[in-house]
């Protein structure tokens, strides 16, 4: 069984470029979450998505940043007009669960670092 | 709202020495914790999570944690440092506020161990 699959392992993106990540969570998880690694810090959590729906957000910046987890495909983080505040290393997790989500182990993916020059 | 204090941001032990990781964590509801380690250049893998059991938690690679309420405390130990066990090991608090499971980490402590 594959673990959580994330892609591009490095991404560099120019000021007021686009950056898109994308995070392909275990076989039989429908959830998904995204978290934002600062140099020295730990991690942020960002945003909950569950197939279709953005659970919870209240990690996301209000402007710049958004996350989708369609009924096919990965899970996408956009960031837009990235800036150099923007570069981190930015880890996605899945768990396999609903409403008991907080009893379960979230495994995570081996990151996206985006460097934005 | 949840919150995790990891006490040193790095700790260096001799191999074979007793590994002692602190965390502290706030929370107004009995609390999820779990402790995650990470090495370069890649994600974090769990070592060991607390649900409410046993206040002694055993964990893979040798790792515990116990669980005490009354210091509101989830301290990760080893017996015996091994070379392998160099990584940085982020303590986390489930976030009841939020929705449903979003871990609040700690800002991690950096361990290394000296031949």
């Known amino acids: 069984n594959a673990g959580v699959m994330q892609n591009p392992r490095h991404l560099v993106r120019r000021r007021g470029q686009e950056a898109r990540l994308r995070c392909s969570p275990m076989?039989?998880?429908?959830?998904v979450y995204w978290y934002r690694q600062l140099p020295e810090e730990g991690l942020k959590f960002m945003v909950y998505?569950?197939?279709?729906?953005?659970?919870?957000e209240s990690g996301m910046p209000k402007e710049r940043f958004s996350a989708e987890f369609p009924k096919e495909g990965p899970s996408i983080l956009r960031i837009q007009q990235v800036v150099r505040g923007d570069s981190a290393a930015y880890f996605c997790?899945?768990?396999?669960?609903?409403?008991?989500?907080?009893?379960?182990?979230?495994?995570f993916g081996p990151g996206t670092r985006l460097t934005v020059l | 709202a949840q919150s995790v204090t990891q006490l040193g941001s790095h700790v260096s032990v001799s191999e074979g020495a007793l590994v002692l990781l602190r965390c502290n964590y706030s929370?107004?509801?009995?609390?999820?914790l779990f402790w995650y380690v990470q090495y370069p250049n890649q994600g974090l893998q769990l070592l060991l999570k607390?649900?409410?059991?046993?206040?002694l938690v055993k964990g893979i690679n040798g790792f515990e944690a116990e669980f005490k309420k009354s210091e509101t405390s989830f301290h990760l130990t080893k017996p015996s440092a091994h070379m392998s066990d160099a990584a940085e090991y982020f303590c986390?608090?489930?976030?009841?506020?939020?929705?449903?499971?979003?871990?609040?980490f700690g800002k991690g402590t950096k361990l290394s161990v000296k031949p």
């Open positions: 997790a899945s768990s396999p669960s609903g409403r008991a989500v907080f009893f379960n182990e979230q495994f």
């Open positions: 076989k039989g998880h429908s959830h």
């Open positions: 998505l569950q197939k279709e729906n953005i659970i919870d």
């Open positions: 929370s107004s509801v009995p609390p999820y």
């Open positions: 607390y649900t409410s059991a046993a206040t």
């Open positions: 986390a608090v489930t976030d009841y506020g939020g929705s449903q499971g979003n871990l609040i």
